[in-house]
């Protein structure tokens, strides 16, 4: 299993060869409270159960339509996703992309990408509860000089509970987590 503390980023780089060895196919996990794309996804195991117990928590709070968009991507698949997109700093370059831990998932609503209107009251369900479930919002709105990358409240990093629970509590994003816990601060 992963460590769920496994940062990547611009400068912790993964091998092309790393992968996940507990991956499971979205597709047959029951029951499944998200929307899936046509295609096969896959994550981790507690990234999925944290993600399906987020889902389930929204469907009792009357949000029946999140959707998973995309989850793991392998080191090869990052490939050409990247040479299409090496500019916006919203596509990472291979090897530094958090999809290829397996822990890393984008989600939406089957309306259309997170950041249209229609979706504002989602993106705010999601930024209040994610934590709850050992998730958090991995590059958010002003801590970009941090990050290094733009604002993406789609994009949803499992680091378990007692670390998310923490990041929300100091207001730090992963990097301040590992670089503040490191140094004692
Ligand atoms: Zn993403």
């Known amino acids: 299993m992963t ?5 990547v980023n611009a400068s ?8 996940p060895d507990d991956l499971v196919d979205l597709w ?3 029951p499944r409270h998200f929307l899936l ?6 994550l981790s195991r507690p990234a999925f159960e944290a993600v399906n117990a987020l889902s389930a928590a929204a469907v009792a709070a009357g949000f029946d ?10 080191y090869k698949r990052q490939e050409p996703l990247f040479a299409a997109d090496p500019e916006s700093g919203l596509v990472a370059k291979p090897g530094q992309s958090e999809h290829q831990t397996g822990l890393a998932l984008d989600v939406g609503t089957w309306k259309g990408p997170f950041l249209s209107d ?5 993106r705010a369900w999601v930024a209040e509860h994610c934590w709850d479930f050992g998730l958090v919002i991995r590059y958010p709105a002003g801590k970009e000089d941090v990050t290094g990358v ?5 994009h949803l990093r499992y680091v378990g509970r007692d670390v998310a629970a923490e990041m929300r509590d100091r207001g730090w994003v992963f990097e301040e987590w590992h670089e503040l816990r490191r140094t004692g601060a």
């Open 118 to 122: 229609e979706n504002a009251r989602h």
């Open 37 to 42: 794309p046509m295609r096969r996804e896959f």
């Open 3 to 7: 460590d769920p503390t496994l940062l």
């Open 28 to 30: 047959e996990q029951q």
């Open 150 to 154: 733009p604002a993406e409240p789609w």
């Open 12 to 19: 912790h780089p993964l091998p092309p060869d790393w992968e």
């Open 65 to 74: 339509d999140f959707e998973v968009r995309s989850a793991y991507r392998g």
